[in-house]
């Protein structure tokens, strides 16, 4: 049974950093593509950045030069470091197999505020 358990999140004034955890189970991280999404307040839901089975990784715009996705296939995790954090990064983010945000753990919640 796949099963996808997100940690990590909290309150940061803008500009600091978070580190995101997605622990996985019932299947390897190793052999498969990983997605990191967000749903702000009212939004829909919004792709991150995804990591694929060679490690190649993908950022959307909004986020790329700020946020790193890694995996530790070791540890059957991935992981979302998060710096130069921003109001509008404020949302609930989920991690997936799913390249449309399907199948997503019950999230952790990021906001950032001063």
């Known amino acids: 049974q796949v099963q996808l358990v997100e940690s990590g999140g909290g309150l940061v004034h803008p500009g600091g950093s978070l580190r995101l955890a997605c622990a996985a189970s019932?299947?390897?991280?190793?052999?498969?593509?990983m997605y990191w999404f967000r749903q702000a307040p009212g939004k829909e839901l919004q792709w991150v950045a995804n990591?694929?089975?060679?490690?190649?990784?993908y950022y959307s715009d909004s986020v790329k030069g700020r946020f790193t996705i890694t995996i530790d296939n070791a540890k059957n995790t991935m992981y979302l470091q998060m710096d130069n954090l921003q109001p509008e990064d404020t949302a609930l983010y989920y991690c997936t197999k799913s390249s449309l945000g399907l199948g997503r753990g019950q999230g952790t919640q990021v906001i950032v505020s001063s």
């Open positions: 990591i694929n089975s060679r490690a190649a990784t």
């Open positions: 019932g299947f390897s991280t190793s052999s498969a593509s």
